[in-house]
């Protein structure tokens, strides 16, 4: 599950964390007591929100902080062991006939139909299976622990890392050919209202060269926006290094050296996915062919 929120968490601006849960019934507050234990500990771009139900009267809210990812944290029926989680976007739990695990399923439904409606943000949701939902204080013992071991997982991946440091954006290579435009619209009006609250850009010493492992939408609205630095953090996670060097290639041989290059090579997120998905999912196929071959 760690992994599954790490891949859904890719990319996120602006996160809100919403526990819902009512203190009355026993374990049915195991979201509201999460978001309780994450409170003081997150960065500025995670907005926590308590919530006895669904959360209507923090809608407003929501909308302006402006989030890309949407977390909703809550106790529901999975058939599994008291204490098991499960994440899931909300398409896949809340599915077109309104059913869904939670213990709130039909106001959850309608409420990330809404949400959905009115900002450009994915919806997830983790789900708690419940021992004892009856009348009550306090949660039991199993939904309790998977409360504290949901709290560290939210902390490592919400919480930046440890090391970031402020780096001039030319002396950063990029390592893709094209900006989606759609991405870049989102991204340039988050920055203009809260430029703050932009994470930090995982980078990387490849060779003789600092390369952007990610966040190129970011580092352009940032130099859209006249910031000169931006954060970033050394990337210690092991990634297919040797793709990024055809990528780098790739962006030598057009003459892009820095994200300034990028300027002109805004295109539709249509042209986008054909242009540079299709060709980095070709150049995939070519290298796990190749290292067949090496065998």
């Given at each position: 599950?760690?992994?599954?929120?790490?891949?859904?968490?890719?990319?996120?601006?602006?996160?809100?964390?919403?526990?819902?849960?009512?203190?009355?019934?026993?374990?049915?507050?195991?979201?509201?007591?999460?978001?309780?234990?994450?409170?003081?500990?997150?960065?500025?771009?995670?907005?926590?929100?308590?919530?006895?139900?669904i959360p209507?009267?923090?809608?407003?809210?929501?909308?302006?902080?402006?989030?890309?990812?949407?977390?909703?944290?809550?106790?529901?029926?999975?058939?599994?062991?008291?204490?098991?989680?499960?994440?899931?976007?909300?398409?896949?739990?809340?599915?077109?006939?309104?059913?869904?695990?939670?213990?709130?399923?039909?106001?959850?439904?309608?409420?990330?139909?809404?949400?959905?409606?009115?900002?450009?943000?994915?919806?997830g949701l983790?789900?708690?299976?419940?021992?004892?939902t009856d009348?009550?204080?306090?949660?039991?013992?199993?939904?309790?622990?998977?409360?504290?071991?949901?709290?560290?997982?939210?902390?490592?991946?919400?919480?930046?890392?440890?090391?970031?440091?402020?780096?001039?954006?030319?002396?950063?290579?990029?390592?893709?050919?094209?900006?989606?435009?759609?991405?870049?619209?989102?991204?340039?009006?988050?920055?203009?209202?809260?430029?703050?609250?932009?994470?930090?850009?995982?980078?990387?010493?490849?060779?003789?060269?600092?390369?952007?492992?990610?966040?190129?939408?970011?580092?352009?609205?940032?130099?859209?926006?006249?910031?000169?630095?931006?954060?970033?953090?050394?990337?210690?996670?092991?990634?297919?290094?040797?793709?990024?060097?055809?990528?780098?290639?790739?962006?030598?041989?057009?003459?892009?050296?820095?994200?300034?290059?990028?300027?002109?090579?805004?295109?539709?997120?249509?042209?986008?996915?054909?242009?540079?998905?299709?060709?980095?999912?070709?150049?995939?196929?070519?290298?796990?062919?190749?290292?067949?071959?090496?065998?």
């Open positions: 599950m760690k992994e599954e929120l790490q891949r859904w968490m890719e990319h996120a601006e602006a996160i809100v964390v919403v526990g819902i849960g009512n203190p009355m019934r026993r374990d049915d507050y195991v979201g509201v007591k999460v978001v309780q234990d994450l409170t003081g500990k997150t960065p500025g771009n995670v907005m926590l929100i308590e919530s006895d139900t209507e009267s923090s809608i407003e809210t929501i909308i302006a902080f402006k989030p890309n990812r949407i977390l909703l944290i809550d106790a529901g029926a999975l058939g599994l062991k008291p204490g098991a989680a499960v994440f899931k976007e909300s398409t896949t739990v809340l599915g077109p006939t309104g059913s869904a695990v939670s213990t709130h399923a039909l106001p959850l439904k309608l409420f990330c139909e809404y949400l959905e409606r009115l900002i450009q943000a994915k919806i983790l789900i708690v299976q419940p021992a004892n009348f009550g204080e306090g949660l039991s013992e199993h939904v309790s622990k998977a409360a504290e071991d949901l709290t560290a997982i939210l902390l490592e991946i919400l919480t930046y890392p440890k090391e970031t440091f402020l780096m001039e954006l030319n002396e950063i290579q990029p390592s893709q050919l094209y900006i989606s435009a759609r991405k870049l619209d989102h991204v340039m009006e988050h920055f203009a209202s809260k430029p703050s609250l932009m994470g930090p850009i995982p980078i990387k010493q490849l060779g003789n060269r600092i390369v952007f492992v990610d966040g190129h939408t970011r580092a352009l609205a940032a130099l859209l926006h006249r910031f000169p630095k931006v954060p970033v953090y050394w990337e210690e996670e092991e990634l297919d290094w040797e793709a990024y060097e055809t990528c780098i290639g790739w962006c030598v041989d057009e003459g892009i050296y820095t994200i300034a290059d990028l300027k002109n090579r805004v295109i539709s997120h249509r042209e986008y996915q054909k242009l540079w998905y299709e060709k980095c999912t070709k150049m995939q196929r070519e290298l796990e062919a190749k290292r067949k071959r090496r065998l």
